[in-house]
């Protein structure tokens, strides 16, 4: 990875390779942990960091639903991202900053209540989450073996580190059977989202992505149907069944990392044309517009960070 200059711990900007933990950290042994992700874009103003209190809010959000009691407001933590990206001097055209927050060293056993809770914010230059070629051809996705956690039995809503067991084991998965990136279904058999992003298709025209009744509350996906919505197009969300999906004239992923990676096959059919499709680029190019803050009226969305 990319290392930079600093990173915020509880509280405190200490250089990058100093930030470490006990190998006895509660969150190591049992998975109890929150993050966030969240991007900043080089504008002609400077960095601007993309809807950074939405970020913060779920990030504490995810904390409550995992009881974890982070020590800091989000105003708090929002300017510690700020001075974050000012301190790090990043020079590369977007950033990607990782909120999270964990349990410590002190209590062994799952009861956490007395675990210290840490809190850090690391940033680094992280290129296209699923390559360059991939955001210009369009990716290759499998429907993974495994589904989602049921409602019962996980919170899919919580962006808690925990939910990544079932996502990398899908994603490996993928990739070993020569694929780039996993999607889900939710435990009735419809899709929920991909490993680490959501997802959207085409059908006539329309926009539809299913609802967030086992998935994270993409902030991505809630820009892109606001963006489609303004546009004109009609965005519907339904459930999605799998065969569906083999008939989808278009299918894209939304993430901050992923931001709008077009799919051009999914278990070996063959989406529409079999590259990008139309709607598909209009949305993604609109989306580098927003982000880069090339659309005044999105511009509420950005926080610059002044030098
Ligand atoms: N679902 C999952 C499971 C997910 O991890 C992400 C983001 C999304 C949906 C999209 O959410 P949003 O970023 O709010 O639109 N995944 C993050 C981490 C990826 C990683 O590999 O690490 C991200 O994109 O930051």
């Known amino acids: 990875m990319n290392a930079a200059k600093y990173i915020w711990m509880n509280g405190e900007f ?5 930030a ?29 960091i993309f809807r950074l209190n939405d970020h913060t809010r779920r990030l504490k959000e995810s904390a409550k639903m995992t009881l974890i009691n982070i020590p800091y407001t989000v105003e708090e933590l929002d300017n510690a991202q700020i001075e974050l990206i000012r301190i790090n001097e990043f020079t590369g055209d977007n950033v990607y900053i990782r909120p999270f927050a964990f349990l410590g060293y002190g209590v062994m056993g799952l009861y956490h209540k007395d675990a210290p809770v840490e809190t850090a914010i690391a940033a680094w230059e992280w290129g ?9 051809r369009g990716i290759r996705l499998k429907v993974a073996s495994m589904t ?44 929920a989202e991909a490993s680490g992003a959501g997802f959207f298709m085409v059908r006539e025209g329309k926009l539809i992505s299913p609802p967030n009744d086992n998935s994270l509350e993409s902030i991505t996906q809630k820009t892109v149907i606001e963006y489609a919505e303004d546009l004109g197009y009609e965005v519907i969300r339904r459930r999605i069944s799998r065969e569906e999906l083999y008939i989808a004239d278009e299918a894209f992923l939304t993430g901050t990392a992923a931001e709008i990676t077009p799919v051009r096959e999914i278990d070996a059919r063959i989406v ?10 209009k949305i993604q190019s609109g989306y580098f517009d927003i982000v880069f803050g090339r659309n005044k009226k ?8 002044t030098q």
């Open 14 to 18: 200490i250089p990058w390779e100093k």
């Open 20 to 48: 470490q933990i006990h190998v006895l950290s509660h969150t190591l042994h049992y998975g109890n942990g929150v993050i966030e992700g969240t991007k900043a874009y080089k504008t002609d103003k400077g960095y601007a």
């Open 298 to 305: 999105y511009e509420h969305y950005l926080t610059y960070v």
């Open 272 to 281: 529409g044309e079999g590259h990008r499709g139309p709607i598909t680029e």
């Open 148 to 191: 989602r956690p049921a409602n019962t039995s996980n919170m899919g809503k919580a962006k808690a580190t925990a939910n990544y067991l079932n996502s990398q084991m899908a994603k490996f998965e993928a990739i070993e059977s020569g694929y780039d990136e996993a999607l889900l279904l939710d435990d009735h058999g419809y899709v």
């Open 128 to 136: 296209a989450y699923l390559g360059e070629e991939g955001m210009q």
